[in-house]
């Protein structure tokens, strides 16, 4: 994958294996008169998934925040520069990685920056553990079989439970250049004109690596979907939310259903107009001025 100018790898030991991520410790960020990172308030990036997701997912974003905040970016277990334990992943594979991940990186209640499927798993990590979270900005959160709609009953979910046929695709029709663009343009984004060479290079790499099949597989068959507006209620934690209006996935309408569950932490849902469900890979700059706003708003303890 791609880091941004100044970041660097690094890793912790998890239940799963070794998470990477990446946090800024060279120039541009830090020098000579520059505040150490250790002395800021940390920030946590968590990319979702799909065929080639990882940490770039995030990397037009995070670095805006690295002179305010020490910036922690993960590839979860089985994506991006992680281990990828051979294993059909579970939900709570990642709801547990996740904790583990905060628990050994943070020291104080963090607030946390997640997208789709993984911000659904946040959202029930921040149930499970409300003491490491100080607020959660969540793209697109759902856990794709919500309000009783059964995504593994979709004719693609069960095409990919064929035994071999699912390696087939996915090496054929996932892991390819070709693949992945036309995944990104054509249901991951809203405009086409907005996926550029460096997306697609970034989510090849990830999508070749050893064992990536199993993570992205377990997610396209279903085995990671769950019905999110039976936890959503749980929730304390202070939540923004930002909608793409053009989502293939999750209409805007499922999101406002879940927000509309717990009006007492979800302060926020915004849905944004011509945007897919990425908005921070489509447009990078709306979405830091709009987390900006909400770190803002969430740090003054006071409502939208």
Same mark, same amino acid.
């Given at each position: 994958? *791609?880091?941004?100018?100044?970041?660097?790898?690094?890793?912790?030991?998890?239940?799963?294996?070794?998470? @990477?991520?990446?946090?800024?410790?060279? /120039?541009?960020?830090?020098?000579?008169?520059?505040?150490?990172?250790?002395?800021?308030?940390? $920030?946590?990036? $968590?990319?979702?998934?799909?065929?080639?997701?990882?940490?770039?997912?995030?990397?037009?974003?995070?670095?805006?925040?690295?002179?305010?905040?020490? *910036?922690?970016?993960?590839?979860?277990?089985?994506?991006?520069?992680?281990?990828?334990?051979?294993?059909?992943?579970?939900?709570?594979?990642? *709801?547990?990685?996740?904790?583990?991940? #905060?628990?050994?990186?943070?020291?104080?209640?963090?607030?946390? @920056?997640?997208?789709?499927?993984?911000?659904?798993?946040?959202?029930?990590?921040?149930?499970?553990?409300?003491?490491?979270?100080?607020?959660?900005?969540?793209?697109?959160?759902?856990?794709?079989?919500?309000?009783?709609?059964?995504?593994?009953?979709?004719?693609?979910?069960? /095409?990919?439970?064929?035994?071999?046929?699912?390696?087939?695709?996915?090496?054929?029709?996932?892991? +390819?250049?070709?693949?992945?663009? &036309?995944?990104?343009? &054509?249901?991951?984004?809203?405009?086409?004109?907005?996926?550029?060479?460096?997306?697609?290079?970034?989510?090849?790499?990830?999508?070749?690596?050893? &064992?990536?099949?199993?993570?992205? /597989?377990?997610?396209?068959?279903?085995?990671?979907?769950?019905?999110?507006?039976?936890?959503?209620?749980?929730?304390?934690?202070?939540?923004? *939310?930002?909608?793409?209006?053009?989502?293939?996935? +999750?209409?805007?309408?499922?999101?406002?259903? #879940?927000?509309? /569950? &717990?009006?007492?932490?979800?302060? @926020?849902?915004?849905? $944004?107009?011509?945007?897919?469900? +990425?908005?921070?890979?489509?447009?990078?700059?709306?979405?830091?001025?709009?987390?900006?706003?909400?770190?803002?708003?969430?740090?003054?303890?006071?409502?939208?």
């Amino acid at each position: 994958m *791609i880091e941004p100018n100044g970041f660097k790898q690094h890793s912790v030991v998890t239940s799963l294996g070794r998470m @990477v991520y990446y946090t800024a410790e060279e /120039l541009p960020w830090w020098g000579t008169d520059a505040t150490e990172p250790k002395e800021l308030p940390t $920030l946590v990036f $968590l990319h979702g998934f799909g065929g080639g997701s990882s940490a770039y997912e995030w990397s037009k974003v995070y670095p805006a925040f690295a002179t305010e905040y020490r *910036i922690l970016a993960p590839d979860l277990i089985g994506w991006g520069r992680s281990e990828h334990p051979e294993r059909n992943y579970q939900i709570n594979d990642y *709801i547990s990685t996740i904790i583990e991940f #905060l628990e050994k990186t943070c020291t104080e209640p963090t607030p946390v @920056v997640a997208s789709s499927l993984t911000a659904a798993f946040t959202i029930r990590a921040a149930i499970a553990r409300p003491d490491l979270f100080k607020s959660l900005i969540l793209t697109t959160p759902a856990g794709l079989s919500d309000f009783g709609e059964d995504y593994t009953r979709s004719f693609f979910a069960q /095409l990919i439970k064929t035994p071999v046929l699912d390696r087939i695709l996915y090496s054929t029709g996932v892991a +390819t250049s070709g693949g992945i663009r &036309n995944f990104l343009e &054509n249901r991951q984004f809203a405009q086409s004109s907005r996926v550029y060479q460096e997306i697609v290079d970034a989510y090849l790499e990830s999508a070749q690596q050893p &064992n990536a099949e199993y993570a992205a /597989l377990s997610f396209v068959r279903g085995d990671l979907c769950f019905d999110l507006s039976l936890y959503v209620p749980q929730l304390t934690t202070p939540t923004a *939310i930002i909608w793409g209006q053009k989502s293939e996935f +999750t209409g805007p309408e499922i999101g406002k259903r #879940l927000a509309d /569950l &717990n009006p007492q932490a979800i302060r @926020v849902f915004q849905p $944004l107009e011509d945007v897919g469900l +990425t908005p921070q890979l489509e447009l990078p700059a709306v979405t830091i001025g709009l987390i900006r706003r909400y770190l803002k708003l969430f740090d003054s303890g006071t409502g939208d």
